[in-house]
């Protein structure tokens, strides 16, 4: 059966510190995979996805994440996290037809 | 282009009542999604179009829930005789399917039903 799980439901990091946030997939076959960010009242905005070739990923806002098929998983990550940074974190595997999102990590940033 | 938009922002509604929400997809996706999302999870998939085509629904939309893309442009969804359980947050999103690429949702700010 096709899951996503974000282990961390809350993550506090203080401003100017490296963020990483884990995403662990089980799927039937190579994945798409994206990581979305929501505001408070707002939708999904996609940070960045993978398809296939490298590995690392570059997104918008400084993001970037890690593809590794032996440990199932596509982490996200920021070197220097910003104040604006703080929400809640989707990642979501899928194919061309629908997605599984987990359920999601909330993200505070401390001044 | 504006976006994905959806029509209304919030919804108060009585149980047993009816309700229809709208989603406006980006001009040139041919592909809309309907996403449910309850408090503290993730969205989940109820169904998706492509064009006119209502092509997959997943089990959680019973045969309450109704959604259309009459010409393939605009969609609604409509849920009959509401529950509180229907109560979530609707999210519409639209894609591009372009032979081997997915570009990927662009999701609208959704709906929010609250059913009192």
């Known amino acids: 059966a096709q899951s996503v799980t974000q282990p961390d439901i809350h993550i506090t990091v203080s401003e100017g510190a490296s963020l990483e946030l884990r995403c662990n997939y089980s799927?039937?076959?190579?994945?798409?995979l994206f990581w979305y960010v929501q505001s408070p009242g707002q939708g999904l905005q996609l940070l960045l996805k993978?398809?296939?070739?490298?590995?690392l990923v570059q997104g918008i806002k400084g993001f970037e994440a890690e593809f590794k098929r032996s440990q199932s998983s596509f982490n996200l990550r920021k070197p220097s996290v910003h104040w604006s940074d703080a929400a809640e974190y989707f990642c979501?595997?899928?194919?061309?037809?629908?997605?599984?999102f987990g359920s999601g990590t909330k993200l505070n940033v401390k001044p | 282009d504006t976006g994905v938009s959806q029509d209304p922002r919030h919804k108060i509604t009585k149980r047993g009542q009816n309700v229809t929400f709208r989603c406006d997809p980006i001009?040139?996706?041919?592909?809309l999604y309907w996403y449910r999302q309850t408090l503290g999870q993730g969205p989940e998939f109820l169904t998706y179009?492509?064009?006119?085509?209502?092509?997959?629904k997943s089990r959680l939309l019973s045969d309450r829930f109704s959604a259309e893309r009459p010409k393939g442009s605009f969609s609604t969804l409509e849920i009959q005789r509401t529950e509180q359980g229907d109560s979530a947050m609707y999210l519409c999103?639209?894609?591009?399917?372009?032979?081997?690429?997915?570009?990927?949702?662009?999701f609208g700010s959704g709906t929010r039903l609250t059913v009192v």
């Open positions: 999103a639209s894609s591009l399917r372009d032979r081997d690429i997915h570009y990927g949702y662009t």
């Open positions: 799927y039937g076959a190579t994945p798409y």
């Open positions: 993978y398809f296939s070739g490298d590995t």
């Open positions: 979501a595997v899928g194919d061309f037809n629908k997605f599984y």
């Open positions: 001009s040139e996706h041919n592909r």
């Open positions: 179009f492509q064009n006119e085509a209502q092509l997959e």
